[in-house]
C-alpha cells in the first residue's frame, strides 16, 4: 500500500492526516494501540477511507479506546453498538473488540503495557508476527496484523524512501529501523 498510499494520501480530507502524522509513526499508549488495531479490525473488507471517516465515533462507541472499560462491555453494550449508525456495525468485529480488550488486560498484567508486550517480540517476520497474533487475538488475519504492525513501526513498508514522511518517521526510531541498525 504505501507507494500508492505517499501518492494519494497527501491532501486528502482524511488519509493525509493520518498518513502525515500517524501511519508508520511508533507509539506508545495502549489506549492508541487499541484504537489501530480495532480499527484495523473494522477495516477488514472495506475501505481505509470508510474507517477513517467513522474514526470519531467509533472513539465515542468504544469509550475512548479505555481497554479496562471496553473489556467490561457486555449484551447491553453490543446491542447499542449494532444500533450505531455511525460505525460498522459487523457483530463478529464488535465482538473481536470487545474480546481483545479482555485480552490485552491479560497483556497488560503480564508485560505491564501492549507496547510493552508488542516490543519483547520483536523483531519477528510477518509470518511469526500473524501466528503470535493469532495466538492471542480476535479477528488478526495477515493483512489486519500487517497493517497494523507498519502503522506503528513495527513492520518496514509504511512509506516509500522518496516520500517526505519517510525521513520524519525514521527519526522516531520505529522499531523495524532500530533492529535494523543493532545488526
Keep these: 500500500m504505501s507507494a500508492k498510499y505517499c501518492r494519494a494520501a497527501p491532501g486528502h480530507e482524511f488519509h493525509g492526516p493520518y ?10 499508549d495502549d489506549a492508541v494501540l487499541f484504537e489501530r488495531l480495532a480499527l ?6 472495506l475501505s481505509w477511507l470508510t474507517v477513517l471517516k467513522k474514526r470519531a465515533a467509533f472513539a465515542r462507541a468504544f469509550a475512548a ?17 449494532l444500533n450505531d449508525a455511525a460505525i460498522i456495525r459487523n457483530r463478529l468485529k464488535i465482538d473481536a473488540v470487545i474480546e481483545n480488550a479482555k ?8 508485560h505491564g503495557s501492549f507496547a510493552h508486550w508488542l516490543d519483547a517480540h520483536h523483531p519477528r517476520s510477518k509470518a511469526a508476527w500473524v501466528k503470535l497474533f493469532k495466538e492471542n487475538f480476535r479477528f488478526t488475519g495477515g493483512e489486519i496484523v500487517g497493517e497494523f504492525l507498519m502503522s506503528l513501526g513495527y513492520l518496514p513498508g509504511a512509506h516509500v524512501a522518496n516520500c517526505p514522511v519517510y525521513d ?5 526510531k520505529p522499531a523495524w529501523y532500530a533492529a535494523r541498525e543493532m545488526k
Excluded: T, W
Design 19 to 28: 498518513h502525515d502524522g500517524e501511519y508508520g509513526f511508533p507509539a506508545r
Design 40 to 45: 484495523e479490525i473494522n477495516q477488514a473488507g
Design 65 to 81: 479506546y479505555d481497554i479496562d472499560k471496553v473489556a467490561r462491555f457486555g449484551a447491553r453494550d453490543i446491542r447499542r453498538l
Design 103 to 110: 485480552r490485552l488486560k491479560a497483556i497488560r498484567a503480564s
Design 168 to 172: 520524519r518517521v525514521l527519526r522516531h
